[in-house]
């Protein structure tokens, strides 16, 4: 099993703020994904990246962005929320396994 | 394709009850793997099991058990004496044997009345 982290666990932020949500696993896993949920709805993927300098858009059009700078780590970023943004973010890792953080709730006001 | 169906979106039972949510799925690859997951009001997703397209031998564990069979192409999952704690969304999906790529049903929503 992974453990995977996601801070923070809930957010309320205002429109046109810049955003990050952190993910973190301790497991070495070079597959890691985001997917964006509305309470349980259907998951869509946004972002996944399968090792360091990878990253890759998934199968929703989303305005976040991604980075995989360190193996562990694989943050998402909105730019400028807006209302519309307004969900459950869930990041996972693993190899042949998805294994899923406690996910992050945010409402963008 | 890939493509992972749970028809039941909703189903309600009364506590101590049998339940089966059932999943078909559609691949055209000869490996893969399939996966429950459960999710409870806290959001979480919670990974149950795993099984690969080799091994048709149905599992048990404790009152939860998985039913796969290739020729129908189905993955089906059984709750015995349901309880209360079993309430949640529950998740089907079909992955590549890689892992790269995972296939969610759209989940059952699940109640159990006490």
């Known amino acids: 099993e992974a453990d995977i982290y996601q801070t923070p666990r809930y957010l309320v932020i205002g429109t046109g703020k810049k955003i990050t949500l952190e993910c973190s696993q301790t497991?070495?896993?070079?597959?890691m994904y985001w997917y964006q949920q509305d309470p349980g709805m259907e998951l869509h993927l946004i972002h996944y990246s399968y090792g360091v300098n990878s990253t890759e858009k998934g199968d929703l059009s989303s305005e976040s962005t991604v980075s995989r700078i360190r193996t562990e780590h694989f943050p998402l970023t909105l730019e400028s929320a807006r209302p519309s943004h307004t969900s459950q973010y869930l990041c996972?890792?693993?190899?042949?396994?998805?294994?899923f953080g406690p996910g992050t709730r945010l409402l963008v006001l | 394709a890939q493509k992972v169906t749970q028809a039941q979106t909703e189903i309600s039972v009364v506590e101590k009850e049998d339940v089966t949510l059932d999943c078909v799925y559609e691949t055209r690859d000869t490996t893969y793997y399939l996966f429950w997951y459960k999710q409870p009001p806290s959001g979480e997703l919670v990974f149950l099991i795993r099984r690969n397209s080799f091994d048709e031998q149905n599992e048990i564990s404790g009152r939860y058990s998985w039913n796969f069979q290739k020729s129908t192409s189905s993955f089906n999952f059984t709750i015995t004496a349901s309880q209360v704690v079993d309430s949640a969304v529950y998740f089907c999906a079909l992955s590549e044997w890689d892992g790269n790529q995972f296939y969610f049903g759209t989940g059952t929503s699940l109640t159990v009345i006490p």
């Open positions: 996972a890792s693993g190899q042949e396994t998805q294994y």
């Open positions: 497991m070495g896993h070079d597959k």
